[in-house]
């Protein structure tokens, strides 16, 4: 009997993490011939907290690891872990033999569960020594888009390490820092800026002025349309709720613009359902207020469907920069959890006023 300890962060690595403790019992029993079962605890713990190398958090892993009694502990972090500009995957511990701890950013933005699994599966082959099948991490796509490469750290702390190259790594981190965000859930939590997006959208389509507009607009003057209002939007959610990295935040330069990066393209893909969302509703609105025969008559010819998504794509713009001003309203807490840095900070934070609270207690 082995057991097995995933210790992850809060937000996103506690979501992966439990989803693989249900899958992993079975799948271990298949993959390592040496041991005849497994069971594995899912534990909550901002472990990555206030850490920024691979062995601080083995260390904090390993307490872990003592105090619950297991064989093996592993933690998941959306830290992004990185050694001489290389983004870092998993380090398997040296001066603690049976720990070990995976960056889920450094997996890319898709499929980040099956990926967590099969380099899961890589650091317990590590760790115990066991013989396995091979866990499908280095595909063809993999080697391709970015390739991981297992080497031997140059570390007394950790004895194996598993990084992507420089270039590609970066993007596959970049892309899976995005994806730890959750940018979809920004716009369920922008009430404020919903509502002044589709209050100032129906307005503007009870407007024959506006439908004038759109008809005489073309196609590339819309898309001139569309990029300012999300870049005003993103700009705007940015500026009035401080997501920008400063300095004295973040010493380390190269993860500060990594962090920044995140933030900017967190906040226009989550401004960008908005649009997606509001551009939906507008079209249906558009299609049940306005008579066919009163936008002909106004238009001066007869009106198709492509006036219609004409006029949909004008007022929808105009909607999403008038909800850049409603989103100054917004809790700062909801927007800010698409910030890096902030979210780290609050870790970090609720991490002190528990070990205050043991060492009060």
């Known amino acids: 009997m082995a057991s097995l300890g995933l210790v992850s962060d809060p937000d996103f690595p506690s979501h992966i993490a439990g989803s693989l403790g249900g899958d992993l019992p079975g799948l271990l029993d298949e993959q390592f011939d040496e041991e005849s079962e497994w069971s594995v605890d899912v534990v909550r713990d901002p472990v990555a907290a206030g850490r ?19 064989d093996y502990a592993v933690a998941v972090t959306d830290l992004p872990l990185r050694k001489s500009g290389h983004p870092v995957l998993a380090d398997i511990g040296s001066e603690h033999e049976r720990v070990g701890v995976i960056s889920l950013p450094s997996l890319g933005g ?49 004895a194996v390490r598993y990084r992507s190259t420089r270039r590609r790594g970066k993007l596959r981190l970049l892309s899976g820092m995005v994806r730890s965000n959750t940018p979809w859930r920004l716009v369920l939590g922008m009430s404020g800026a919903l509502a ?26 819309r898309g001139v349309v569309l990029v300012v209002s999300v870049t005003v939007m993103t700009g705007w959610l940015i500026i009035t709720h ?41 079209l249906a609105a558009s299609l049940f207020l306005i008579d066919p025969e009163l936008l002909s008559s106004t238009l001066g010819g007869t009106a198709g469907i492509s006036n219609y998504l004409g006029l949909t794509w004008l007022v929808t713009s105009m909607g999403v920069t008038a909800g850049a001003l409603g989103s100054g309203l917004e809790d700062d807490a909801t927007v800010r959890r698409a910030a890096y840095g902030y979210r780290e900070a609050q870790r970090r934070a609720n991490q002190q006023q528990a070990e205050q609270r043991d060492q009060d207690g």
């Open 52 to 70: 920024s190398s691979g062995k601080e958090i083995l260390d904090a892993t390993e307490r872990q690891r003592k105090l619950h009694g297991w």
């Open 242 to 282: 401080s997501l920008w990295e400063k300095p004295r935040y973040t010493a380390d330069r190269e993860q500060r613009m990594l962090y920044n990066s995140s933030t900017i393209l967190t906040i226009m893909i989550g401004v960008g359902c908005l649009y997606v969302v509001l551009f939906a509703f507008n």
């Open 110 to 158: 898709l499929q980040p569960q099956r990926r967590a699994r099969q380099l899961l599966i890589s650091v317990l082959g590590e760790l115990n020594g066991s013989e396995r099948t091979d866990s499908g991490l280095q595909s063809g796509t993999t080697e391709l888009l970015g390739p991981i490469r297992r080497e031997g750290a140059d570390s007394e702390a950790i």
């Open 196 to 221: 002044a997006a589709l209050g100032t959208s129906i307005f503007m389509l009870t407007s024959s002025t506006i439908w004038q507009m759109a008809d005489m607009l073309g196609p590339w003057r």
